[in-house]
Nanobody
Framework: QVELVESGGGSVQPGGSLRLSCVAS?????????MCWFRQAAGKRHEGVAA???????AYADSVKGRFTISQDKDKKILYMQMNSLNDSDSAMYYC???????????????WGRGTQVIVSS
């Protein structure tokens, strides 16, 4: 069973940048897996942030378009998200998902990492 481990979170001032990483414990065949970033702010529901589907197509939530960039390394084992121009509303726990997922939601069989915390505060 694949395991996902996120890293790269931290505390940053508004306007700052962070790069999140998600390492998978095994090769994820693009044929069967999408990979996504979700986030959950305190007291709010999970929100899809960015996704790469099995064809390589990329999608972003409107709230992060132009500021966040999702990418994946060649052997499909590491997922990244470069986050620029961060603001207070980006503060959340960020999770990496593999499996049936998209910016709009996720399936029950999607695998989740444990998350990495992002705090944007002056």
């Amino acid at each position: 069973q694949v395991e996902l481990v996120e890293s790269g979170g931290g505390s940053v001032q508004p306007g700052g940048s962070l790069r999140l990483s998600c390492v998978a414990s095994e090769y994820l065949s693009r044929t069967y897996w999408s990979m996504c970033w979700f986030r959950q702010a305190a007291g709010k529901r999970h929100e899809g942030v960015a996704a790469i589907d099995s064809t390589g197509r990329i999608a972003y939530a409107d709230s992060v378009k132009g500021r966040f960039t999702i990418s994946q390394d060649k052997d499909k084992k590491i997922l990244y998200m470069q986050m620029n121009s961060l603001n207070d509303s980006d503060s959340a726990m960020y999770y990496c998902l593999a499996g049936p997922c998209s910016v709009g939601g996720y399936g029950s069989s999607a695998k989740w990492g444990r998350g990495t915390q992002v705090i944007v505060s002056s």
